[in-house]
């Protein structure tokens, strides 16, 4: 799993290491691995041109140091301090004996044009609110040079904790970050600014759960249900479908396919497409009588496409089983019906539906996603699954948010919400709790998207049959 710690995890645990070694060694092993993460990516260190933009803190003396270090491989080195009088002043000595220079920030956007690799180190972890308007000016230029722009840490005018962005920030190719990853490089849309990040050990004791957690495929493994020799399709659980209308059919078919692919050992399905399902997939359980007459499931996937029927999301959310609310039912479902269940509720709502919930604009969910999982969950007292780019995964307890990134953009595309209801239905069914299997759903999504897609255009459908494929590909 890897974690991400918030801001004051991480600087408790580095005053407990600095404590333990002598002045300056922490920032010396930051610098090294800095400095040869910029050397491979440079390829050829020797006659390069290097510009560091420096600020006044942590980050300017790791940047200054790892100059220092480049300057002294035979990289031409100038470092640009936008505040001089704070510059770090043992990175800055070291800088300039092994033979780097100094510019004023006025004027340097003509050193960055012609720059092989602009550094950034004007701000640290704890930035808020944006660039200032001469560290803006910085920032554009070496968006707009040729030059390879790496983070130190993280890009500066990002929200450390929140993954939020609020002003002007550095767009990097390469993020350096130390000790462990931060929430903002994991979510969107600080994540955007990161490009590919690296993480540099340099010795952190930590506590063994983070703020943020993002399972790997070893994570996601060890969750997928695996029948045993006994198991029959009741004891791997049954999970039943609500959704789809005349209007949606497509929706209750696209709901089924995911859960038919999903580890649960059989699906029933009621609601009004029957025969769309039934014509699509022979093996499913159907029903006209509602979920109360339909069979014994272990879950209950209830709201995609189901128009106006809000009898039935009503009749699944006074189950005793795990219910996932997805689509329609998120704005047919009464609060206080989901907030009083005591069976496990996954919420499964992208941007404009968590904001409709919340009754705010769009705009503010999208710009502090974190924030909006977790005021969703304690709100509604439930599992909430929000939708997007990078999907986060919020408990009503609190705990460790989990963040899933194995997505494409392509999957920004009718239906494919659906099937994603289906399987983490499916897996809600054959046993794992809501956030896993909310989290799981994600990861495997994801994946069948990537390899749906494979750089083009796919629908929901060709999503749907590719998440075998993730599946064996995970436990591979």
């Known amino acids: 799993m890897r974690s ?88 800055l000595g070291a800088l300039r004996r092994a033979g780097g220079t100094v510019a004023p920030a006025g004027g340097a956007e003509e050193l960055i044009g012609s720059a092989d690799l602009v550094m950034d180190g004007i701000v640290g972890i704890g930035g808020k609110g944006g660039l200032r308007p001469a560290a803006e000016a910085l920032a554009g230029a070496a968006r707009h040079s040729r030059a390879a722009v790496v983070a130190v840490d993280l890009p500066s005018g990002i929200e450390a904790d929140s993954g939020e962005v609020r002003g002007a920030a550095i767009r990097a190719d ?25 993480l540099v050990d340099i010795g952190l004791e930590l506590p063994a759960e983070g703020e943020l957690q993002s399972p790997q495929h070893a994570d996601v493994a060890r969750l997928l249900p695996v029948p045993a020799a006994e198991s029959d399709k009741y004891r791997r659980g049954v999970v039943g479908i609500a959704a789809g209308s005349a209007r949606y059919p497509g929706a209750a078919v696209l709901a089924v396919s995911g859960a038919l692919r ?98 705010v604009r769009r705009e503010e969910v999208e710009s502090a996603r974190l924030a909006a999982v977790r005021e969703l969950a304690a709100v509604y007292r439930a599992t909430v699954l929000l939708k997007g780019s990078t999907t986060l995964v919020a408990d009503a307890a609190g705990g460790a948010v989990r963040v899933n990134a194995t997505g494409t953009s392509w999957l920004a595309t009718a239906g494919s919400g659906d099937v994603l209801s289906g399987l983490a239905g499916s897996l809600l069914a054959a046993g794992l709790s809501a956030r896993d299997a909310g989290s799981t759903a994600a990861y495997l999504h994801g994946l069948a998207g990537r390899f749906a897609s494979n750089g083009a255009p796919a ?18």
């Not at 689509?327 to 047919?332: F, I, S, T, V, Y």
């Not at 629908?459 to 591979?476: F, K």
Request: glycine fraction near 12%; aromatic fraction near 4%.
């Open 4 to 91: 991400a710690y918030s801001v004051e995890t991480v600087r408790a645990a580095e005053r407990a290491l600095m404590a333990r070694l002598p002045e300056g060694a922490l920032m010396q092993r930051a610098a090294a691995g800095l400095a040869a993460a910029c050397a491979e990516l440079l390829g050829r260190v020797y006659g390069s041109r290097v510009v560091l933009l420096v600020g006044s803190g942590d980050n300017g003396g790791d940047a200054l140091y790892a100059g220092a270090r480049l300057a002294r491989r035979g990289a031409g080195v100038t470092a640009v301090l936008l505040s001089p009088e704070r510059a770090h002043a043992g990175g």
């Open 459 to 476: 629908a929901a459908h060709d999503v749907a049959s590719q998440l075998p494929e993730a599946w064996r590909d995970v436990r591979a």
């Open 174 to 198: 390469l993020t350096i970050t130390f000790g462990t990853y931060k929430p903002g490089l994991l979510i969107d849309p600080a994540r955007e600014y990161a490009g590919v990040v690296r």
């Open 262 to 359: 999903g580890g649960a050992g059989a699906v029933r399905y009621v609601g009004p497409a029957k025969e769309a399902v039934i014509a699509r997939f022979p093996e499913t359980l159907v029903s006209d009588q509602g979920p109360a007459k339909a069979g014994r499931v272990q879950a209950w996937v209830v709201g995609p496409g189901a128009g106006d029927d809000a009898a039935t999301v009503a009749e699944v959310l006074a189950t005793d089983v795990p219910v996932l609310l997805d689509a329609d039912g998120l704005r047919l479902a009464a609060r206080d019906a989901v907030r009083g269940r005591t069976a496990p509720t996954l919420m499964t709502p992208h941007a404009g539906e968590a904001a409709a919930l919340l009754g």
